[in-house]
């Protein structure tokens, strides 16, 4: 069974920018998406690639936010620019539609000044 593992968040100011990385312990393949879940909201899917590279992004990130993903590296990465305080949340990376032994344990993002 493949094990995802998220890196890359922390503290950020407003306007800022951080690169989320998915490490995979086995091949990629589908549909991959990188989600959030905010305190007391649900998780939602903020950005997917298909192994063709065909992207979709959650219109509160369209523009500010790219995926993209390597693999012969087995990796997804998330480029997040111009943050903003509402995208403060726990950052995960799952297969689309999520797989729930895929969940891994995310990465904090904090977007405060």
């Known amino acids: 069974q493949v094990q995802l593992v998220e890196s890359g968040g922390g503290l950020v100011q407003p306007g800022g920018s951080l690169r989320l990385s998915c490490a995979a312990s086995?091949?990629?393949?589908?549909?991959m998406g990188w989600y959030r879940q905010a305190p007391e909201k649900q998780r939602e899917l903020v950005a997917s690639?298909?192994?063709?590279?065909?992207?979709y992004y959650a219109d509160s990130v369209k523009g500010r936010f790219t995926i993209s993903r390597d693999n012969a590296k087995n990796t997804v990465t998330l480029q997040m620019n111009s943050l903003k305080p509402e995208d403060t949340a726990v950052y995960y990376c799952?297969?689309?539609?999520?797989?729930?032994?895929?969940w891994g344990q995310g990465t904090p993002v904090t977007v405060s000044s």
């Open positions: 690639i298909t192994h063709t590279v065909s992207t």
């Open positions: 086995g091949s990629l393949f589908g549909r």
């Open positions: 799952n297969l689309v539609p999520a797989a729930p032994p895929y």
